[in-house]
């Protein structure tokens, strides 16, 4: 009879949640009786990590500390999904969301510029261009496409007259 290897499994097998930064929390309205709020949520966060009171633990140790009640608007770091929620309750050790609601984006239907070397890229503040090679980013954030395209083209030389 053979033996069955024991299995060496660590006590807890999760990965930890991302946490939300409260730099990324905007508050969208302020009314009477709740407030409604934007957060853009890290690039390692998937929608699943809403369920997850924890990720909200430095946004509940900021001036924009959830409450009872609050509407939550959530992006994702690569605008691929959004979510929305009302807190059901909240402390300074997180905030839990009731039901949260999660929208998949459609894809872009213009690819954004590229070229050999570059290509432009959304880093979640907002486009900059980004070297192929090693993904590092060349310019500061945008606003727009467009604008980082100019800064791409920017990056050459210019030719002698």
């Known amino acids: 009879m053979a033996k069955t290897a024991e299995l060496d499994i660590p006590a807890s097998t999760e990965l930890p949640v991302p946490l939300i930064d409260p730099a990324r929390v905007t508050l969208q309205h302020g009314g009477q009786l709740w407030r409604e709020y934007m957060a853009r949520v890290p690039a390692d966060f998937v929608a699943d990590d809403l369920k997850s009171p924890s990720a909200w633990r430095k946004v509940q140790a900021s001036r924009n500390a959830l409450k009872k009640f609050d509407r ?3 992006v994702s770091f690569d ?3 959004t979510g929305e929620a009302i807190v059901a309750s909240a402390d300074s050790k997180g905030a839990v ?3 949260p609601r999660v929208t998949t ?3 872009r239907y213009d690819a954004l510029f590229q070229d050999e070397l570059y290509r432009v890229a959304w880093n979640g503040f907002g486009y900059v261009v980004e070297r192929k090679a090693d993904g590092h980013a060349m310019t500061q954030a945008t606003a ?3 604008l980082a395209t100019r800064l791409l083209v920017q990056l050459y030389p210019a030719r002698a007259s």
Do not use: Q
């Open 105 to 107: 984006m459609p894809a």
């Open 72 to 74: 939550v608007f959530v």
């Open 97 to 99: 969301l009731a039901k």
């Open 79 to 81: 605008e691929s999904w």
């Open 144 to 146: 727009n496409p467009e």
